[in-house]
Structure formats: structure tokens, C-alpha cells
Nanobody, 125 residues
Framework: VQLVESGGGLVQSGGSLRLSCEAS????????IGWFRQAPGKVREGVSC????????WYEDSEKGRFTISRDNAKNTVYLQMNSLTPKDTGVYYC???????????????????WGQGTQVTVSS
């Protein structure tokens, strides 16, 4: 499966962005999809993930209530709606895909075998 992220950009603190992860080569409902953020000089960290078959979701504590992950299987796309953004949300956002059996470990980048190229999100204060 090939993944392409889009929707990043520059936004002021308190603003919103919606990221998209579009897949080709396979249908997304066969995979767990995760979103990750990598800030400058920091390790890549899990933000949110969604299972393929039953729609279960997971969020990092700091994103709960602000971010919403969803999928549109007809468009073969997973979205990350990000609201109330702060400068701490700045970084390159990546989507990744893995087998459904890895959902319980979906927070870990090591669980994923397929990655997109990333999209830059910059939140100004």
C-alpha cells in the first residue's frame, strides 16, 4: 500500500487543520492506520490510530478532545481533524499502515511497515 498525506500548512494558535491520508495499491479497511508527529529534534510520536474493521480509535492523551480520526473507505482515505492547535502541535505529520493485529500497539512507530512522506504542520503563537 502507498500512502500520501496532505492538508498541512501554517495556522495560528487556536486554529484548525484537517489532514488526509490517501491510500493506493490496497484498500485501507484492511489496515490499522496511525498518525504520527515528529517535531524538530524529537522522536516520532503517536498521535492517533484507527482500526480497519471495527472503527476502534486511540488518541494520545494530549490530543483527546481536540483531534478526531476518521476514515472514508469509499475514498480510501483516513482523516485527522485537528482543532484548538497550539505551537506544541508543530511538526511533520505522517500516516502509516499496519496489519489489524497490531492495533493494541498502534501507538508505536515500530508497529508499522508502510509510511507516507509526511506533511508539515506549523502552528504560530
Amino acid at each position: 500500500v502507498q500512502l500520501v498525506e496532505s492538508g498541512g500548512g501554517l495556522v495560528q494558535s487556536g486554529g484548525s487543520l484537517r489532514l488526509s491520508c490517501e491510500a493506493s495499491g490496497s484498500t485501507l479497511d484492511n489496515y490499522v492506520i496511525g498518525w504520527f508527529r515528529q517535531a524538530p529534534g524529537k522522536v516520532r510520536e503517536g498521535v492517533s490510530c484507527i482500526s480497519g474493521n471495527d472503527g476502534n480509535t486511540w488518541y494520545e492523551d494530549s490530543e483527546k478532545g481536540r483531534f478526531t480520526i476518521s476514515r472514508d473507505n469509499a475514498k480510501n482515505t483516513v482523516y485527522l481533524q485537528m482543532n484548538s492547535l497550539t505551537p506544541k502541535d508543530t511538526g511533520v505529520y505522517y500516516c502509516a499502515a499496519t496489519d489489524p493485529t497490531w492495533f493494541s500497539l498502534c501507538v508505536s512507530p515500530a508497529s508499522y511497515g508502510y509510511w507516507g512522506q509526511g506533511t508539515q504542520v506549523t502552528v504560530s503563537s
